[in-house]
């Protein structure tokens, strides 16, 4: 018998097997970080839905210095000559901050079961809005070029009183976790409007 040989594959061997148990400690403890990461991912992810009726009052001002009043689960859908306004009182249900980016309106009623536009078909917003978790803020939108092809679609269903479907892009305060929330303006009584989902 040859004991160098011998105690050569015994060692192989042992390294072999110390390879093969780092190997599966190192899987173990990747999966177990992603699987915490994820967890954390979701506990700071936001989610917005209308605000609810006994919410504060809040103010939504424009550009060109027009004010709003916005009240609890209320909407605002307004239709000048050469503008059009649109606001939304939302709720902020999850644990992460809604940054919000942009939005899509769209022209045809009957969208229910349809998926969301692709991105860059989305207005960006012209300044930055964010909702705190368990907080409420607002969404604003407006359209200040007669000849966008929305412009009249737009103007024409708020005449009509005729509900008007909104799609929002928000993410995260990282950037992250990138979520279309798909919204309703109805027309309600006396001239108001309400925000659903």
Known sequence: MDWA?????ATAFGTLVLAVATFA???SANRSARTAERALSFNLRPLLFPSRTDDPMQKVTWMDGRIHRLGGAHAVAEATADSIYMAMSLRNVGAGMAVLQSWFVWPDSDIVRVPPRPLDTFRQLTRDLYI???DIGFWQGAFRDPA?????????KIAAR????ID???CNSEGGQ????RFQVVPVADDAWICTV
Not at 5 to 9: H, K, M, P
Not at 162 to 165: D, K
């Open 168 to 170: 929002i892009l928000y």
């Open 25 to 27: 400690s190192i899987r």
């Open 148 to 156: 966008d092809e929305l412009f009249g679609v737009v103007s024409a």
């Open 178 to 181: 990138r979520t279309v929330s």
């Open 162 to 165: 005729q509900g008007i479907a």
């Open 5 to 9: 040989t011998i105690s050569s594959l």
């Open 132 to 134: 705190a978790p368990n």
